[in-house]
């Protein structure tokens, strides 16, 4: 419960009053007869209106000694939203957060619920931690992507206990190495928890020390040093992470029995660390060299599934953004290798977030949400499973749900990735938002290509043609340099790779979209392009 919300007992939204202090509705001075439980999450809602609340969450506050299913939460919000007038969609008090939970989003007054400003970060109500990037002590700078992949694996663990809150690799590595010290970290990013370590490669041994520090005092709770050899990683990972849990959660939920790289050979999975960061840079010459890793790992390993995903996930995007020189084939081995990924394992939560990605591509909208609700069961802490499940709400016409989903993605890694906003910069456009639109993609320090799209119409929409102008002079300069076959300047001749890009559901939707870019296309001179604005 937010600390604030404890200062003030009545908070009024619209027509009602809900008196904690009396544990009462009102509603124009009468009082509403509420079930305890109903009431209890009313007032819980109230008290947390500044994110969305998953339902785990709820479960444990409102039945804390109760093994309840998800149908009494829903009976209990329902009966919430009935005496609040709020039974019909779009829901304005409570609204459902698709994948998640819910947020109560009606507007308060007289009390400290308001929204907070986004740069502040509040103590989330569940134990959250950071996990700095693991040090690297060996004399050996190549093991430096090691750390980071063991970093990352442990980060992935954590992630998979629910009553943890666990801040994403993106945001920790930013800050990893510069001197903060633990307290530091827990007023940064907002966590009450700071895991440090390092690691030592030598041979075939491995040694790892980690240490568990509560931030608001600097104070150890817990340090442990591994000294086993190479192949025991997957086991040292596994230890850890249950037992940071069990240090610092209450109730701890694990699924375990993943198929995972524990399977693989250890110079297999050194390859797979690569790879993955490498797709994520995002860009033609990453992709194919994480191609040229991933090949390298499945002729050995044909069975590995994160290898499978992450090849999906290269053919998809050498596909989608046409820097294959086939993309249809490109387009259906993501598919194949896909598919064949999640026969292998289904409990990946990033594979089935890729996966989704890759049937959104497809136009297989249904099954894409299936995937990315999948994802975000598995692991609620997953800032891919969230981003890109926004990416779909947005391109079928569910804008709003998606910010939604992208402020989560957002408090899990605040200093996140640069493909959040470049997803955030297309759903506030699908939501209508143009001037933010612009403004977050301003703001990207090396935005994907393809986003320059969706700014020249934003462009256009505020009337600023001059503007669009350079930002699609600049998309057509970068497609010539990253397309092994650029289609010229013609609008027709774009056409149906726009229509790939853009990738609305409904009809009406992509009509108009490629309607302006057409208009804001046929508007390009021959003059040498200026400075994007």
């Known amino acids: 419960m937010n600390p604030s919300a404890s200062k003030h007992h009545r908070y009024h939204f619209g027509d009602y009053e809900l008196a904690t202090d009396a544990r009462e509705l009102r509603c124009g001075g009468t009082s509403i007869g509420l079930e305890p439980k109903v009431l209890e999450l009313l007032i819980y809602l109230v008290q947390n209106c500044d994110r969305a609340v998953d339902k785990q969450e709820l479960q444990d506050e409102i039945w804390p000694d109760v093994i309840v299913t998800d149908a009494s939460l829903t009976r209990c919000v329902m009966k919430a939203r009935n005496a609040l007038g709020d039974n019909t969609r779009p829901h304005e008090v409570i609204k459902t957060v698709h994948g998640f939970g819910y947020r109560f989003v009606a507007s308060l007054k007289e009390s400290d619920c308001e929204k907070p400003d986004a740069t502040g970060l509040k103590l989330p109500n569940k134990p959250s931690i950071a996990v700095m990037m693991f040090k690297n002590i060996s004399n050996d700078p190549e093991q430096n992507f090691f750390c980071e992949g063991i970093t990352d694996d442990i980060i992935t663990e954590l992630c998979r206990f629910r009553s943890l809150i666990v801040i994403a690799r993106g945001t920790t590595f930013s800050i990893s190495g510069k001197g903060y010290t633990a307290i530091e970290i827990g007023e940064k990013l907002g966590v009450g928890y700071v895991l440090e370590g390092g690691i030592q490669r030598s041979g075939n041994r491995l040694r790892l020390n980690a240490r568990l520090v509560e931030a608001s005092g600097g104070v150890q709770l817990w340090a442990e040093r591994y000294d086993r050899k190479i192949e025991d990683l997957f086991v040292v990972q596994d230890e850890l992470a249950h037992t940071i849990a069990a240090t610092i959660g209450g109730r701890v939920e694990a699924r375990r029995g993943r198929a995972r790289t524990s399977r693989q050979k250890i110079e297999s999975h050194d390859l797979v660390l690569r790879a993955q960061a490498l797709y994520y840079q995002v860009n033609p010459e990453s992709v194919a060299e994480a191609k040229g890793l991933l090949e390298q790992v499945l002729s050995v390993d044909p069975s590995n599934a994160r290898a499978l995903i992450l090849m999906a996930a290269c053919c998809s995007i050498e596909s989608w953004s046409f820097w294959s020189k086939d993309s249809e084939r490109s387009l259906q081995e993501s598919i ?63 804008a709003e749900e998606g910010l939604e989903q992208i402020a989560i993605a957002e408090r899990l890694d605040p200093f996140g990735l640069n493909w959040i906003p470049w997803v955030k910069c297309t759903v506030l456009f699908s939501a209508g938002k143009f001037k933010d639109c612009i403004d977050v993609y301003q703001r990207m320090n090396d935005p994907p290509n393809e986003s320059r799209l969706w700014v020249a119409v934003a462009h256009v929409s505020l009337g600023q043609a001059g503007n669009a102008n350079q930002v699609l002079r600049r998309f057509l300069e970068q497609a010539e340099i990253e397309m092994p076959s650029f289609p010229g300047m013609s609008f027709e001749n774009w056409k149906p790779m726009l229509s790939r890009y853009l990738g609305y559901k409904h009809k009406s939707s992509h009509e108009a979209v490629m309607k302006t870019l057409e208009t804001a296309w046929r508007s390009i001179d021959e003059l040498k392009p200026e400075t994007e604005s």
């Open 336 to 398: 194949d290798y896909g598919r064949r990924s999640l026969e292998l394992d289904d409990t990946d939560s990033l594979a089935h977030a890729l996966y989704g990605e890759i049937l959104l591509d497809h136009g297989k909208y249904s099954a894409s949400e299936h995937h990315f609700l999948k994802s975000i069961s598995l692991n609620p802490n997953d800032i891919a499973g969230r981003s890109l499940y926004a990416s779909m709400l947005g391109a079928t016409g569910r």
